[in-house]
């Protein structure tokens, strides 16, 4: 049974129909499963007080992909990370304000160049922070009663200066003056004669023997001339 000429083409054709079919499908398929924006998302959150911003990347082929973090045009930092199925999350630590907006670009070669939409906006409420312990409370200083307390003394006041003790301020009494004088010698000391009295007194007793004599001579030249 001889095959026609035609009938070969029409398999032939059909065969190449089907294989272009194929071939279609199957690079379809792959770069669907190779890589797709749709794989990665982005979230603001908060880990330990601090914002941190996390890129989760679902992609069973594990094609590594650079995620880079803007904030109005500043970049805010750039990793590498190769997904799985049950998807691999990378943080980047920014301590992000509220209703901030952040654009996450995805860059996996030859697959994904392009931003995650839409741009991730942060929560309307910012991470609170570690309250710090308060300090102690310093106990109260008693108060002294008002027998023991000093009167305040008023702004302005000088304060007073301490008196003199008694061995300061009283002069002591001179007890040489005060002393009593031995009898008989009461007057002349309070006439200031004290040591010169023995002087005084021998040289009366001079004189007066000195007078007695000159008496007693020009009595006896008196008698010797009447005798005569």
Not at 19 to 47: D, H, K, P, Q, Y
Not at 69 to 92: M, N
Request: aromatic share 4%; glycine share 8%; proline share 9%.
């Amino acid at each position: 049974m001889s095959v026609s000429r035609r009938t070969v083409a029409r398999s032939v054709r059909a065969l190449g129909v089907v294989s272009a079919s194929a071939a279609l499908a199957i690079g379809v398929a792959g770069n669907a499963a190779a890589c797709n924006i749709t794989e990665f998302s982005a979230e603001a959150e908060c880990v330990g007080g601090k914002g941190v911003i996390t890129v989760t990347d679902k992609d069973p082929a594990g094609v590594p992909a650079t995620i880079t973090v803007f904030l109005q045009d500043k970049q805010i930092g750039e990793q590498v990370v190769k997904g799985t199925r049950e998807g691999t999350t990378i943080t980047f630590e920014e301590d992000w304000k509220p209703n901030a907006e952040y654009r996450i670009h995805v860059n996996a070669k030859p697959y994904v160049d392009e931003d995650i939409k839409p741009n991730l906006v942060t929560p309307a409420t910012a991470c609170t922070t570690e309250e710090e312990e308060p300090p102690a409370e310093e106990e109260p200083t008693p108060t002294p009663s008002e027998s023991s307390s000093t009167p305040a003394e008023e702004p302005g006041t000088p304060a007073p200066s301490p008196s003199p003790s008694e061995s300061e301020s009283t002069v002591p009494a001179d007890t040489s003056n005060n002393a009593p004088s031995p009898a008989g010698e009461s007057n002349l000391a309070e006439t200031g004669a004290n040591s010169n009295t023995g002087l005084i007194v021998g040289v009366a007793a001079a004189l007066v023997a000195v007078g007695g004599g000159a008496v007693f001579f020009g009595m006896r030249r008196r008698g010797a001339n009447s005798q005569s």
